[in-house]
């Protein structure tokens, strides 16, 4: 089992490498029209021509799944499914656009991580058979911090889509300039 796993992150540590340093005399080179339009618009669908960082985006989406479904905060619970739903929306925008796994692969180092050890803190907080002040003071920053996670991560979505933003801006401008010299 773990031979196979380990093939399967060699031959996908083979495919990022040929995507991102490409020979022109490799007729193996990975092709980048692999990333369609239908890979962003299938949302949850994650297939072996997903890069590392986004399967390692997909585990972190499954732990924190794991950790909305046992935890039962009126607060914590909603801004972990709303984090679920902004990583989805980062991975799959990160399928079809570069730029955007660079991002992911820094949250996926630091951000997620962080959050994941918290977020199991908080379980073993809530499940402690004593609470104290300083308990209950830990939980309360964990939820706080992790609802500040959550803002900027939809900075980081934005941003991600800020290229996209300014090539359609773009589009609207010509295309209103051009409807303008024509009369219309």
Known sequence: MARDED???FQ????????NFPREDDVNTYNTNNYN????????????????????????????TDFSQKIDDPELTPALKEMIGILKEM????????E?????EKINEYHLPTAIKML?????FCNFPVKNENIQKTAQEIEDVIIKLNEALKKMLVEMNQNKLIDI????????????KDGL
């Open 7 to 9: 093939d399967f992150i």
């Open 12 to 19: 996908r540590l083979r495919q990022n490498i040929q995507r």
């Open 37 to 64: 339009q239908n890979n962003y618009s299938n949302k949850d669908s994650y297939s072996n021509e997903d890069s590392l960082i986004i399967l390692e985006t997909q585990r972190n989406i499954d732990k924190i």
């Open 91 to 98: 991975a799959n925008y990160s399928k079809v656009n570069k």
């Open 100 to 104: 955007g796994e660079k991002k992911l």
């Open 120 to 124: 199991n803190s908080y379980i073993d």
């Open 169 to 180: 801006n773009s589009d609207i401008d010509v295309l209103k300039n051009m409807l303008e």
